[in-house]
């Protein structure tokens, strides 16, 4: 059973490009979270899906940011004309469904983003 | 809203010695605790978590005790062995809840020193 997978674990993009970040949750997790960690700092929620759901974007930036979790496939985080600031380490999470145990977030690798 | 504080933010101790890193948590309904550790440049791996309905849970060297009146948390390493150097951040939350969301500290660098 492969881990949460991630890619890709590096990216590098111009000022104004977008970034299109991707993440796999481990096989039988229908919860994905996506959180931000900005160098030697925490990790900060960005936002909570289901599949084909946003349960919570409290985190997200209102603007320039949008997730989502397709029937199939894996789930995208997308970041419009990225900014320098948008420069961080972007970690997903996947946990199982509610109801019967399985409470425990696995993280992927990450992506790290470079704004250059 | 939901918010989870995590002292201290930095510890240094002698090989051997003990750790101890405290969390206090603000949405009452929490109920799952999770402890990481992040390593450098690498992801946040699950080493202990706590339900709301226990009030400590050890494996081996690593502990965790919950004080649900106060609110609380903490996690005690034993005989810590310089590759427990890492960061570690406790976690919290409301399993089964409207949302669901794992809040996290501000994490404790800890430096153990051989």
């Known amino acids: 059973n492969a881990g949460v997978m991630q890619n890709p674990r590096h990216l590098v993009r111009r000022r104004g490009q977008e970034a299109r970040l991707r993440c796999s949750p481990m096989?039988?997790?229908?919860?994905v979270y996506w959180y931000r960690q900005l160098p030697e700092e925490g990790l900060k929620f960005m936002v909570y899906?289901?599949?084909?759901?946003?349960?919570?974007e409290s985190g997200m930036p209102k603007e320039r940011f949008s997730a989502e979790f397709p029937k199939e496939g894996p789930s995208i985080l997308r970041i419009q004309q990225v900014v320098r600031g948008d420069s961080a380490a972007y970690f997903c999470?996947?946990?199982?469904?509610?109801?019967?145990?399985?409470?425990?977030?696995?993280f992927g690798q990450g992506t790290r983003l470079t704004v250059v | 809203g939901e918010n989870v504080e995590q002292h201290p933010s930095t510890l240094s101790v002698q090989e051997g010695d003990s750790a101890v890193i405290k969390c206090t948590y603000s949405?009452?309904?929490?109920?799952?605790f999770p402890w990481y550790k992040q390593e450098l440049g690498k992801r946040p791996q699950l080493i202990i978590d706590?339900?709301?309905?226990?009030g400590e849970k050890k494996d081996q060297r690593i502990a965790v005790t919950l004080n649900k009146t106060a609110k609380h948390f903490s996690l005690h390493i034993t005989e810590t062995q310089p590759e427990d150097s890492a960061v570690y951040f406790c976690?919290?939350?409301?399993?089964?809840?409207?949302?669901?969301?794992?809040?996290f500290g501000t994490g404790t660098l800890l430096a153990v020193q051989p």
């Open positions: 999470a996947s946990s199982r469904t509610t109801g019967g145990g399985g409470t425990e977030a696995f």
């Open positions: 096989k039988g997790h229908s919860h």
């Open positions: 899906l289901q599949k084909e759901n946003i349960i919570d």
């Open positions: 949405d009452s309904a929490s109920n799952y």
């Open positions: 706590i339900r709301s309905n226990v």
């Open positions: 976690a919290a939350r409301n399993y089964g809840g409207a949302t669901n969301k794992l809040i």
